[in-house]
């Protein structure tokens, strides 16, 4: 018995006529279309003319098996958009003949097939990345953990699609390509979006920096309070600090007109105020500052304005005097 094989033109083509018979009831096609494709491959074989307009060919049947004439307008627009696949299926079978023939392209294919995984991956991050583009290109806020939960959900929707699953019957094939295609058109402005966002991002680390050094500070870190020490070695209070135009020393950035100052070392929270023999709300370069009693603060934790204060605990009682100071402990 003689074997043939049946070209995949052959196979585009019969499915086209089918297609243009599709009016029909399923057993009339089957009866009009029944061996189409090996008649089609002996008549090929044999040197028959080459296959043209399935639209005509699916008329010829209709013709001899007695059928009436398919609607001249249903008929028009449905032989266009026929032919038109008919070829496009054609050429693209022509391609993938070319294409596997080749070694080194097969190799290349078999290759993107073992990294499918790998972008369906790709594909869900490119998805998440559509959806925050615009929260990426107006937000100046840090990115929420909480997000990484929806980026995770979407990279694992997308490796379902590429697995079949999870996917309605109807849009089984025709979803994940359009998936592919928006995200390949989402590349270039969401690299645009994530670059604005990292520039805003090192531009505001950067400002934020610059606001926490204003006032005094000893190589780089703020200068919270200062304690000064006469020749004797004993502390003073109420030394008023300038610099060698006359601006005041002061802890605080130079706009700052609050009645305390509040912040974090080592020992927790605290809050300083300047002495009271500085007026009204200057006095910031009047030193040692004193502390405002934590006691008396009010119930969400800070300070008043009215709130007592007591005296700052200086690094130490007393500093070595300097070299031919007279000191209290000298005898007379």
């Given amino acids: 018995m003689k074997t043939l094989s049946i070209d995949p033109a052959i ?4 499915a086209a006529v089918r297609d243009a018979l599709g009016d029909l009831p399923a057993d009339d096609i089957d009866d009009l279309t ?7 491959s002996e008549q090929a074989a044999d040197g028959g003319p080459e296959l043209a307009d399935p639209v005509a060919y699916a008329d010829e049947l209709r013709a001899a098996a007695g059928l009436a004439p398919r609607a001249a307008s249903a008929r028009g627009s449905h032989s266009k958009l ?4 008919a070829r496009l299926s054609r050429a693209w079978a022509d391609a993938a003949r070319g294409i596997h023939s080749k070694p080194i392209f097969r190799a290349a294919i078999d290759i993107l097939r073992a990294l499918q995984p790998v972008w369906w991956a790709a594909r869900g991050l490119l998805l998440f990345g559509l959806v925050s583009i615009v929260w990426l290109m107006s937000s100046d806020e840090r990115i929420p953990w909480m997000s990484w939960i929806a980026v995770a ?10 697995r079949g699953l999870w996917l309605p019957e109807l849009g089984r094939k025709g979803i994940p390509i359009i998936a592919s295609i928006v995200a ?5 402005p969401l690299w645009g979006a994530v670059l604005t ?28 309070n200062v304690f000064a020490y006469g020749p004797d070695g004993e502390l003073l209070t109420d030394v008023q600090l300038f610099d060698q135009d006359g601006n005041p020393l002061s802890v605080v950035s130079a706009d700052h007109a609050g009645a305390f100052m509040d912040g974090y070392s080592d020992e927790g929270y605290f809050a300083l105020a300047p002495r009271d023999s500085a007026p009204g709300a200057a006095g910031w370069n009047v030193y040692p500052l004193v502390t405002l009693d934590p006691q008396y603060f009010d119930e969400g934790g800070l300070p008043s304005v009215n709130n ?3 005296e700052s605990t200086p690094p130490f009682e007393r500093a070595q005097p300097l070299v031919g100071a007279v000191t209290s402990d000298v005898e007379k």
Avoid: C, N
């Fill in 11 to 14: 196979l585009t083509f019969a």
């Fill in 197 to 224: 966002y990292t520039t805003r991002q090192f531009a505001e680390v950067y400002s934020g920096v610059g606001f926490e050094q204003a006032g005094l500070q000893l190589d780089g870190t703020p200068i919270t």
């Fill in 153 to 162: 959900a979407f990279v694992v929707v997308s490796v379902q699609w590429g």
């Fill in 82 to 85: 026929t032919v038109m696949w």
């Fill in 184 to 188: 390949v058109a989402v590349v270039v």
């Fill in 308 to 310: 007592p204060t007591i």
């Fill in 34 to 40: 029944d061996g189409l494709e090996a008649d089609l």
